[in-house]
């Protein structure tokens, strides 16, 4: 059984940075692309990041510059490096498994106050 937990969300001024990680199991998690994604109330869900097996990365328009996703295969475990934080970043940030998107964490809230 496929299982992604998220963690590392919380409350943080503008211009401060949060780090996300998400634990995953029940995958051969070195051979599968990781990613991230976010939602805010009466909103789509909206890609964040991802990142493949080898490494490459992809990033929304909207973060390039400020996000950094990584991946530690050893520890089975995705992470979101948010710096500059803007108030428009607060959403429930979850992670997936592109490209099927079948399986999602329970997601972690994060809220940029200005």
């Known amino acids: 059984q496929v299982q992604l937990v998220e963690s590392g969300g919380g409350l943080v001024q503008a211009g401060g940075s949060l780090r996300l990680s998400c634990a995953a199991s029940g995958i051969i998690f070195s051979i599968n692309a990781m990613g991230w994604y976010r939602q805010v109330p009466g909103k789509q869900r909206e890609l964040v990041a991802t990142i493949t097996s080898g490494g490459n990365t992809n990033y929304a328009d909207s973060v390039k510059g400020r996000f950094t996703i990584s991946r530690d295969n050893a520890k089975k475990t995705v992470y979101l490096q948010m710096n500059s934080l803007k108030p428009e970043d607060t959403a429930v940030y979850y992670c997936?498994?592109?490209?099927?998107?079948?399986?999602w964490g329970q997601g972690t809230q994060v809220t940029v106050f200005s």
């Open positions: 997936t498994i592109p490209p099927q998107r079948t399986t």
